[in-house]
T-cell receptor, first 115, second 116 residues
Framework: AQTVTQSQPEMSVQEAETVTLSCTYDTSENNYYLFWYKQPPSRQMILVIRQEAYKQQNATENRFSVNFQKAAKSFSLKISDSQLGDTAMYFCAFMKLFGNEKLTFGTGTRLTIIP | GAVVSQHPSWVICKSGTSVKIECRSLDFQATTMFWYRQFPKQSLMLMATSNEGSKATYEQGVEKDKFLINHASLTLSTLTVTSAHPEDSSFYIC????????????FGPGTRLTVT
């Protein structure tokens, strides 16, 4: 079974600063995806970024980028130029391919952007 | 595109009654849908995987007779909470997996269930 660990229950950062959220995972699978989801106060889950395990290049989406270290089983999210709208719960998630393709979530990090 | 709706967004029911929650993919077909439960300030807990035209697969510890799941079409899955009790009060979220693209899962806005 896969496990996803987010060791930072809460974080806060000043607006416009950069923040990095940590995520580690444990799996024996070789084919999988990793995700970061954002859940704002509305509780709507929003995909932030996705990383295919077979790709060495780190995924980037505008102000959001990841540091994917496959050997270390680490998948951190960097948010640059943070904005007030980034305030939310952030969940790291794992999905193995070619089988029961369900998401396994971490416990989440509550991020607060301070004006 | 890729919108998933849930209905109702909020429901209050009396203990002992049943309540049905609908999950619809509005602009794509979803062979597989997932149902989650989320307690306050906690992560999403997968309850079951719903496959169109077949029986749902329940996670360990989830009572299949209490949480009935039906996936009758490629755009609709329903979760029925039977004989609801106050401990069933929670936030229920569905997600839909785009047909042919398992890595694309889109979430509904959730349903808040309160059992009195």
């Amino acid at each position: 079974a896969q496990t996803v660990t987010q060791s930072q229950p809460e974080m806060s950062v000043q607006e416009a600063e950069t923040v990095t959220l940590s995520c580690t995972y444990d799996t024996s699978e070789n084919n999988y995806y990793l995700f970061w989801y954002k859940q704002p106060p509305s509780r709507q889950m929003i995909l932030v970024i996705r990383q295919e395990a077979y790709k060495q290049q780190n995924a980037t989406e505008n102000r959001f980028s990841v540091n994917f270290q496959k050997a270390a089983k680490s998948f951190s999210l960097k948010i640059s130029d943070s904005q007030l709208g980034d305030t939310a719960m952030y969940f790291c998630a794992f999905m193995k391919l070619f089988g029961n393709e369900k998401l396994t979530f971490g416990t989440g990090t509550r991020l607060t952007i301070i004006p | 595109g890729a919108v998933v709706s849930q209905h109702p967004s909020w429901v209050i029911c009396k203990s002992g009654t049943s309540v049905k929650i609908e999950c619809r993919s509005l602009d794509f077909q979803a062979t597989t849908m997932f149902w989650y439960r989320q307690f306050p300030k906690q992560s999403l807990m997968l309850m079951a995987t719903s496959n169109e035209g077949s029986k749902a697969t329940y996670e360990q510890g989830v009572e299949k007779d209490k949480f009935l799941i039906n996936h009758a079409s490629l755009t609709l899955s329903t979760l029925t909470v039977t004989s609801a009790h106050p401990e069933d009060s929670s936030f229920y979220i569905c997600s839909a997996q785009r047909q042919g693209r398992s890595y694309e899962q889109y979430f509904g806005p959730g349903t808040r269930l309160t059992v009195t």
